[in-house]
């Protein structure tokens, strides 16, 4: 079956700094690939995707590039904000299980002035 | 772009009592809904999947007769906590996806709190 597996948080960073999570996958067929942002007391947002190899997801600075050799799509930010604190799920759709979110565990993200 | 809503936001009930959470999908028809369960900083855990006119599919481990979910239109699902225990605290969080888009991307809802007591 499908699993996303993200680097183990929590991460925290000072402003300014480089961000990079990493996240890898395990899929059957051609997967879509996700990232959502969860800010505290609040729901799922989607921060980006990619629907096929080599497609670059962006948005409010940050980037994911959908890697099928290494099975990857690791997110990257290269100055990183407080207001980024949040947690970063990385999910999958499709394989096996068209329709389904498959999530990664989450991993925390706290960004210090 | 597309908007979930649940409601209530929060809710706070006595063991053994019923508790309804509704999803809705706001600018667009949702053929298909979803329903996740959140603990304590960890993941989300998909509970069921919600087709509009038919019966959900729960997943394994899930008690259908524990969490039932109603699907009557495209714009409305709900999930219904039958006699509530503490251990059934959690945030509850749907999702719709957009039965008219070619994607398969999922809108979450902000997510409903409920506290057992």
């Known amino acids: 079956g499908n699993s996303v597996t993200q680097m183990e948080g929590p991460v925290t960073l000072s402003e300014e700094a480089f961000l990079t999570i990493n996240c890898t996958y395990t899929a059957t067929g051609y997967p879509s690939l996700f990232w959502y942002v969860q800010y505290p007391g609040e729901g799922l947002q989607l921060l980006l995707k990619a629907t096929k190899a080599d497609d670059k997801g962006s948005n409010k600075g940050f980037e994911a590039t959908y890697r099928k050799e290494t099975t990857s799509f690791h997110l990257e930010k290269g100055s990183v904000q407080v207001s980024d604190s949040a947690v970063y799920f990385c999910?999958?759709?499709?394989?096996?299980?068209?329709?389904?979110?498959?999530f990664g565990q989450g991993t925390i993200l706290t960004v210090h002035p | 772009g597309a908007v979930v809503s649940q409601h209530p936001s929060w809710v706070i009930c006595k063991s053994g009592t019923s508790v309804k959470i509704e999803c809705r999908s706001l600018d667009f028809q949702a053929t298909t809904m979803f329903w996740y369960r959140q603990f304590p900083k960890q993941s989300l855990m998909l509970m069921a999947t919600s087709n509009e006119g038919s019966k959900a599919t729960y997943e394994q481990g899930v008690e259908k007769d524990k969490f039932l979910i109603n699907h009557a239109s495209l714009t409305l699902s709900t999930l219904t906590v039958t006699s509530a225990h503490p251990e059934d605290s959690s945030f509850y969080i749907c999702?719709?996806?957009?039965?008219?888009?070619?994607?398969?991307?999922?809108?979450f809802g902000p997510g409903t709190r409920l506290t057992v007591l």
């Open positions: 999910a999958l759709s499709g394989g096996t299980s068209y329709g389904k979110l498959t």
């Open positions: 999702s719709a996806r957009d039965g008219g888009s070619r994607t398969d991307t999922q809108y």
